[in-house]
Each structure stands twice: as structure tokens, then as C-alpha cells.
């Protein structure tokens, strides 16, 4: 029998995701390479061999997605204690968001600053977020479903949050006349209440 030959694909060589590092030391702002044609398009969201070029881990426990029916939905600000950080990958498959996150390393030039990026469907972008960085976002369209690969598993004893409103952290949300948050939300403590005051400028 012959053989068969096997095509080259569009992604054995060169990039398949450009990364731009964010201000938050170990965040990156994910870009795709999309390949078009009459069907469509189709790219990769995840390159190991890229992600461990950047320093980053490429090896996710743990898949959720959020969906979120109304638009102005804020959830946040969460992250994971010691010794249960985790990396996490967001992205938006349906709908847009503005997503935030807030730098809770002592010992980094960014502790107690925040950066924000628009994620939607349409812009196919990703954000990379690193051990001890709080995440929240808020949507801009009804109906927005929001993926997250996780680098660990969710440990139920080690879930914290920070106030999405808290002054200190200044985050600028946009403009939102009804937002839907939960009470356990906002109910989540001041960042001084469980940091150092002092922050980087």
C-alpha cells in the first residue's frame, strides 16, 4: 500500500499567538493568529511550546465558563490564598466584557495597581493572569459567556475577594447604571483590610 502524505499545517511553523506583556508584572494580553478562508477561520488558542517560552504555565487543571444573561453583570474581585494561587487563561466566547485585574504580590513593582482589557467574541483576545493577581470583570453585552482555563484546581477553603469598588484600588469600570452583583460580592472585604496600604505608584 502507499503511503500516505501528510499535508503541512498552517501552524507547523512560526507563532500561533502574539503575547503583549500587560503592566502587572507576568500578564500578558493574548493575541490569535487566524488563518481565513471561504469557511471561515480557524487558530489556536493555546501553544505549550509558546506559553513555556514566555514563562508562562501552559498546563491548565481546570475549565469553567461564566455565563452571564444580562449586560453590567460585575463579577469580582477573586483569586485563590497560599499555597493555592493559580494562573488562569481568560477569554470570551460570546458577548464582551471589560476584565480587571489587581496585582496582590508584596514584593511586586505593580503590588496594588490594576490593568483592564476589553475580551470579546469578535476580538478573539486572551488574557493571561498570573499567581496572586485578583480577577473580575464586567460585562458589556447581555448574553456573554466567559472561559477560563486554570492552571489549578478551585480549593473552596482558599477562595478570597476584594472589593470591585474598593477607593484605594480606583478601578475605572465603565459607566453602568444597573449592575447585577452578588451579595456575596459585595460583601467582599477592602484591599486594606487584608494588604499593606502602602502601594507602588
Known sequence: MGRQIRRAHPFSRGHCVKFTPAPLPGAFV???ERHEDERGFFARTVCTEEFAHHGLNPNFLQHSVSWNPRQGTLRGMHYQAAPHEEEK?????RGAVFDVIVDLRRDSPAFGRWFGV????????QLYIPRGVAHGFQTLQADT???YAMAEVFHPTAARGLRWDDAALDIAWPDCNNRTISDKDRALPLFSECFETTKTH
Open 30 to 32: 493574548i493575541d490569535i
Open 89 to 93: 487563561l481568560v477569554r470570551v466566547t
Open 118 to 125: 476589553e475580551l470579546s467574541a469578535d476580538n478573539h483576545r
Open 145 to 147: 459567556e466567559v472561559f
